[in-house]
């Protein structure tokens, strides 16, 4: 019996499979038909065509919603990802930018040593480098005059934070220079390729720029358009619109199914399509298996029945045997209680004299 029930199981299954099946082609009967009637429209399941259209309508006003708050939202991430990699791509222009630097403060500052610098530019890098070449000449002077190890020491150390310090006071008087337009005033040795280097990083540097700017004004203005939880409601359309897919997917498949039951059977493709006239094939194909599937399952329960009223019948043979084993017990009881009942009245005929003695009649 187990063996049964698991095959009942099995072929309901099968048959709830196939029914999802039917169910998903009377959607695709549905739609299918649904676009010919745009064309030419047809005297069958008008109802249901209706109630399908309204649907459709239904949903795709849920799903042009959802694309809206959608779009909003994937152009918002898209401009705020942009805006950051142009910012990132800027800020990593301050390494070449520095480099640059340093190196036209290094070709000021041994003009500025030399004393071969322009006035204005001189004037320029005076407060960067004023300080630092008076100490570094003033340490140097006395480390050549100083004759003490210790002492040469503590200058050389002094000396080395004065080296350490200068590569940031070239970057700062580059920056200086070129933000004054002074640096095509240096000594031409080794600068035209600097200045083309620094034109080229001012060329990227402005078209950053203008990108991040344009992407900064096309996320304000979404942002002036923005509404209110654009997630919250992006989340809530999605929901609407799987509400009302799911809806009109039982609309076509109500639809596809009447066309189903009430397409006479002389309908061809140049009426419907060929690709209608093959869904309804399938359709009939499945309808064949399910009906079969049912005739087994019933053979099986039916079956399952038999098994169960024979255990019945096998249960009450046994009662059958058990109660005449306790007949034949209570009929020797009987008998037994008999006999002894005929003993003692012998004994009593026997006790008695014979006038108190009682005989019948």
């Avoid at 003033?138 to 503590?154: A, I, M, P, T, Y």
């Avoid at 040795?189 to 203008?210: A, I, N, P, T, V």
């Avoid at 304000?220 to 999605?238: D, F, G, N, T």
Wanted: hydrophobic share 35%; charged share 25%.
């Amino acid at each position: 019996m187990g063996n049964l029930q698991a095959d009942i199981q099995q072929k309901q299954k099968e048959i709830e499979q196939h029914q999802s099946d039917v169910f998903s082609l009377y959607a695709d009967l549905g739609r299918s038909v649904a676009l010919v009637q745009q064309i030419s429209p047809l005297p069958y399941a008008a109802g249901e065509y209706q109630l399908f259209c309204t649907q459709m309508d239904a949903y795709e006003s849920a799903k042009h919603s959802f694309e809206q708050i959608s779009g909003y939202i994937a152009q918002i991430e898209d401009r705020s990802r942009k805006i950051k990699e142009i910012e990132k791509d800027i800020r990593l222009l301050a390494r070449p930018f520095a480099r640059v630097y340093a190196q036209l403060g290094a070709i000021a500052y041994e003009a500025y040593g030399s004393q071969t610098l322009a006035e204005h530019v001189a004037q320029a890098c005076f407060p960067f480098f004023e300080e630092h070449a008076k100490r570094t000449r003033k340490l140097e002077n006395l480390k050549q005059s100083h004759v003490g190890f210790l002492g040469r020491r503590l200058i050389g150390l002094q000396l080395d934070l004065q080296r350490k310090i200068l590569p940031a006071l070239l970057a700062k008087a580059g920056a200086r220079l070129v933000a004054i337009s002074c640096e095509k005033d240096l000594p031409l040795s080794g600068r035209q390729s600097l200045l083309d280097e620094l034109e080229d990083l001012k060329e990227r540097r402005r078209e950053l720029s203008q990108e991040l700017e344009l992407h900064q004004s096309a996320m304000a203005k979404l942002q002036s358009e923005e509404v209110q939880s654009p997630k919250a409601r992006m989340e809530e359309r999605a929901n609407v619109m799987k509400m009302e897919q799911k809806a009109a997917e039982k609309a076509a498949s109500s639809y596809g199914k009447a066309l189903y039951e009430t397409l006479p059977e002389s309908v061809h493709s140049d009426q419907i399509g060929q690709k209608a006239i093959q869904l309804m094939d399938q359709i009939t194909l499945h309808h064949k298996r399910i009906k079969s599937l049912q005739r087994e399952i019933k053979q099986l329960e039916n079956l399952i029945q038999v098994q169960e009223l024979e255990a019945q019948i096998e249960l009450e043979n046994q009662k059958i045997e058990l109660l005449r084993s306790q007949i034949d017990t209570c009929n020797r009881q009987i008998s037994q209680i008999a006999a002894s009942i005929h003993e003692k009245q012998n004994r009593i005929t026997i006790l008695l004299p014979p006038s108190m003695v009682h005989t019948d009649g």
